[in-house]
């Protein structure tokens, strides 16, 4: 760790997780490869590991929801389409929360990095953009 | 010209990237692209960097984006590099 602070390599590390967090979103297990600083690593990473790595995260994403759905007095059987949207909703086991909630049919997705600022850029526009504000 | 000019601006700051568009002038709403050397088109990464330059305003100068990106990796010993900036 000091190594990699002081040969400045917090950046080739953060580009080098990246890597392999979008690579754990298409297939199995990946290989996790960073040299820098000194420090050589050459691993296997399962998307089972990763999962339990950021199970808090997951669990937390479920409450959010669930949180929402409380907050709107709405069931899951009364919401007619989901849109998963932002890089996370690329994440098999974020997907497979919503799957389970809502069922594949009612899931819709798309433009995973651009649609939140299209959207935001449209509710800017409609007459009244208060409404929307939480 | 067959649309007005948009009368809004949406900004999705995220933590990894930034992302603009805009709406208002037309249907539906477009993205900003952002170009030239370095440019990573409309996924703007949420980046930083300042290095000390005496030649600039207040000595610090500053880049952001790709273009930060780029200024870190040429001179990583020399800048401060600034990601994650809502955290």
Known sequence: MIALIENEQGFPLYEAVGQ???ALSA??????????GGVDINAVVSRHAFEQWIADDLRRIE???DAVLVKAT???????????TGGSSLIPAIRAIFERRFG???LATGGELTSIAHGLALIGSEANPAEWSA | MTESAPTA????????????????GGDGS???SFEGDDATGEIFRSALCFWEDADVRFGVAS???????AEYLQSPLDSRFVQSIQH
């Open chain 1, 20 to 22: 392999i967090k979008r």
């Open chain 1, 27 to 36: 297939r199995d297990e990946a290989q996790f490869f960073f040299s820098g």
């Open chain 1, 63 to 65: 409450a959010a929801m």
């Open chain 1, 74 to 84: 709405l069931a899951a059987a009364d919401i007619d389409r989901v849109f998963l």
């Open chain 1, 104 to 106: 594949v049919d009612r």
């Open chain 2, 9 to 24: 601006l949406g900004l999705d700051f995220g933590t990894t990237n930034t992302v603009v568009a805009l709406s208002g």
């Open chain 2, 30 to 32: 477009r993205l900003i």
């Open chain 2, 63 to 69: 880049e952001a984006g790709p273009w930060a990106i």
